[in-house]
Structures are given as structure tokens and as C-alpha cells.
């Protein structure tokens, strides 16, 4: 058995240059800025501490 088969992202890992990771980088942080405090919204709008959020 290939480990590659339970684990696809060792085919692509080994062309993955640092220009893809600035940009999955920057979508990272940007996803987590924006829902982050969404999700703690929408926990004190359903009347529940923002940690539920």
C-alpha cells in the first residue's frame, strides 16, 4: 500500500513553494479574522457567551 493513497496531500506537497504559502497564508489569517469574531457574534445574539461562538 502507498501512503500517498490515505494521504493526498503528499502528491502536491513536494511542488509547494513559499509564493503559494504567502497567499495561503494571508487567506488563513483573513478567514480567521473575519469569522472568528462572526461566530462570537452570532453565540451573544442567540444568547449564549461569545466562547460558545
Known amino acids: ?9 503528499f ?4 511542488n509547494y513553494n513559499k509564493a503559494q504559502f ?3 497564508l494571508s487567506a488563513g489569517l483573513t ?3 473575519m469569522l472568528i ?7 451573544m445574539i ?4 461569545p466562547i460558545y461562538g
Not at 502528491?11 to 513536494?14: G, R
Not at 442567540?46 to 457567551?49: I, K, S
Request: net charge neutral; aromatic share 10%.
Open 37 to 43: 469574531p462572526q461566530g462570537m457574534a452570532y453565540a
Open 11 to 14: 502528491d502536491w506537497l513536494a
Open 1 to 9: 500500500m502507498n501512503i500517498k493513497q490515505f494521504i493526498p496531500a
Open 31 to 33: 478567514v480567521g479574522v
Open 22 to 24: 504567502k497567499g495561503d
Open 46 to 49: 442567540a444568547g449564549l457567551p
